[in-house]
């Protein structure tokens, strides 16, 4: 499968720890972006890479949340010090500049619950 | 920044029936308006989309308008199936120069 594949796809977690989530893109993706989704409400954006280059961060994104992408692949998003409003599912999406589209692939999520 | 709104949250009809999803944006620099469709379970998939230089685009049941001018785009269905149901996102962006603002969704039910 040479997909958009995101790992854990599922994490349950107590208030207060910490977590952290996986993304690897396709891989001729340059592009790499992190949504939220809660139920009953669309993708929002949390932040996006073009390579290794974080390029924007949503006023979503607290502090206790960091992203990297340290080589231009694949991704981690963390969460420190979690809270029940963080329950959510956390979609991986990557794209490419290089003359496409611009379609997002999405990957099928990695949801955490927060006790 | 882009702010996208989507109506209606949900919607029912009969199979064979037609379904319209309508959509407002609020940043006039906004030049590309892609349609995504969410099964139950399953990843957000692109299922149509269109550039603000045309003002629709068909691709066999389904079709999208753009109205530049109102600020609005709309995604049509036809002849409605039963695998049609699923949760509709509208969304916009200035050509990937920022990222997808999506809407909060269209729930469509198909009814045989």
């Known amino acids: 499968d040479t997909g958009v594949s995101q790992d854990p796809r599922h994490k349950i977690t107590k208030r207060g720890q910490n977590v952290t989530f996986r993304c690897d893109p396709i891989?001729?993706?340059?592009?790499l972006y992190w949504y939220r989704q809660t139920l009953g409400q669309g993708p929002e954006f949390l932040t996006y890479f073009q390579n290794e280059a974080q390029l924007e961060k949503s006023r979503l994104l607290s502090d206790r949340f960091s992203a990297e992408r340290p080589k231009g692949s694949f991704s981690t998003l963390e969460i420190q010090r979690t809270e029940q409003g963080d329950s959510a599912m956390y979609l991986c999406?990557?794209?490419?500049?290089?003359?496409?589209?611009?379609?997002?692939?999405f990957g099928e999520g990695s949801r955490l619950t927060v006790l | 920044g882009e702010n996208v709104e989507q109506h209606p949250s949900t919607l029912s009809v009969q199979e064979g029936d037609s379904a319209v999803i309508k959509c407002t944006y609020s940043?006039?620099?906004?030049?590309?308006f892609p349609w995504y469709k969410q099964e139950l379970g399953k990843r957000p998939q692109l299922i149509i989309d269109i550039r603000s230089n045309v003002g629709e685009k068909k691709d066999q049941r389904i079709a999208v308008t753009l109205n530049k001018t109102a600020k609005h785009f709309s995604l049509h269905i036809t002849e409605t199936q039963p695998e049609d149901s699923a949760v509709y996102f509208c969304a916009a962006d200035k050509s990937g120069n920022t990222p997808l603002v999506f809407g909060k969704g269209t729930r469509l039910s198909v009814i045989a």
């Open positions: 999406a990557s794209s490419s500049t290089g003359g496409g589209t611009g379609e997002l692939f």
């Open positions: 891989s001729e993706h340059n592009r």
């Open positions: 940043d006039s620099a906004s030049n590309y």
